[in-house]
């Protein structure tokens, strides 16, 4: 009889202790050894991927679903299938912009129900914090969120309200007991009505000004004094202002429980780059310049900033207003679940890293964050939830080929190292050179 139900060989797996020739042994979903060459047991299937690398699975921790109550944004089965032909392996949605938003153990439920059966991989979820709902938070943590997040700014939407210092205060300290983060999208208003209104919308100029970088440096000196005073956990998402930076490290090296993520978007484009009227671009916190991208790259390097997500946020082409491209008026979010592997890889290989910070910034940190401590790693004791990825073949992005639900992106045209070939989940292949062979097999991790 057969040991193992699967294993897989390649001469580039990304282990946590290098890019080393190798082969993973796959029994009941999980890895249970990772061999030299030619040291495998007997096993039901064998592949053999030869120069291909082999990379654990991504996990992306902040992601958009929007269903149920916006599934015509985007809804579970579109959103899995992108991540399935992305290498992404589990995804954490975010508590909005469904309806209702994650901020009850009821909501949560609804969630899990529209998930269920229908998504192609693995899936958490995040709570909400937002005005009033303090008495929530343990619920939803014995229901199984993984962390919360909240808002210091408007969200964009009615349902999911900002909150302050008034209502940080003892959230924090309810997270720091029950031992959760707290995910802090980090703009202070303040700074933002402050700024000057530009009479030109079509300018993406005129964007940027209105979301100015004080407005995330004030943001973070909130958190970070809140961090201090209640012991919370605390991460920044999708950071785009390079000041920020020395914050955080001044901070961590006070001893407090801060992370860190940027997104794709903000280590690929470039404010002078962007063509006025490309609404496609627009995000929140805005696409910095030149110079600002490349300080992001240098911490993300350095290991100031701890791991990548999508900040997948779609939208559909109505609400991204891209006959009028007017920046003020469209939904600031970019849908990228599917191109994030990519498009990291095409930048970080350009300034010369390799697969094994891939797979620290895209897998073992989300995994960490989340604290799913079976994914984002290819070793012994680990979901099989594996990537067979080629670093050095490339292609232009065809937005019509896309598995999210609307074809909207700004990477459109562009041309992008590395693509996915197989993406396993506990074992099983959810996406094989363009096919989907089995189905909605993915779980609830909690």
Known sequence: MPSADLVIAGRR?????????????????????????????????????????VLPGLVDTHVHVNEPGRTEWEGF???????????????????????????????????????????????????????GNDEQLAPLARAGVRGFKCFLVASGIAEFSSVSEVDLRPAMTRLAEL?????????LPGPIAAASAAADSRRYASYLASR???????????????????????????????????????????????????????????????????????????????????????????GTIDLVASDHSPAPPALKCLEAGDFFRAWGGIASLELALAATWTGARARGRNLRDLARWLAEG???????????????GCDADLVVFDPDARFSVEPARLRQRHPITPYAGMTLYGVVQRTFVRGACVYDHGEFPAGGIGKWVR
Not at 27 to 41: K, L
Not at 179 to 187: D, K, N, R, S
């Open 77 to 131: 089965d579109t959103a899995t299938r992108a991540a399935a032909a992305g290498g992404v392996t589990t995804i954490v949605d975010m508590p909005l912009n469904s309806i209702p938003v994650t901020t009850t153990p009821e909501a949560l439920q609804q969630k899990a129900r529209a998930a269920s059966g229908r998504a192609l991989v693995d899936y958490g979820f995040w709570g909400g914090v937002v005005p």
């Open 212 to 302: 100015p970088v004080a407005a995330e440096l004030e943001a973070i000196d909130l958190i970070v004094r809140l961090c201090r005073e209640t012991g919370c956990r605390v991460h920044i998402v999708h950071l785009s202002a390079a000041d920020a930076l020395d914050r955080v490290r001044d901070a961590r090296r006070a001893g407090l429980p801060l992370t860190l993520e940027t997104c794709p978007h903000y280590l690929t484009f470039a404010a002078e780059e962007i063509p006025d009227g490309a609404t496609a671009y627009k995000c929140a916190p805005p696409i910095r310049e030149r110079e600002n991208r490349e300080r992001l790259w240098r911490a993300l390097g350095d």
């Open 179 to 187: 031992g959760l983060p707290l995910l802090v999208h980090a703009e």
């Open 13 to 53: 797996v990304a282990t946590p202790d290098g890019v080393v020739p190798g082969t993973i042994v796959i029994a009941d979903g999980v890895i249970t050894a990772v061999r030299e060459p030619g040291t495998a047991p007997g096993a039901a299937r064998r592949l053999d991927v030869g120069d291909a690398a």
């Open 366 to 380: 989300p995994a960490r964050l989340a604290g799913l401590t079976r994914k984002g790693r290819i070793a012994p």
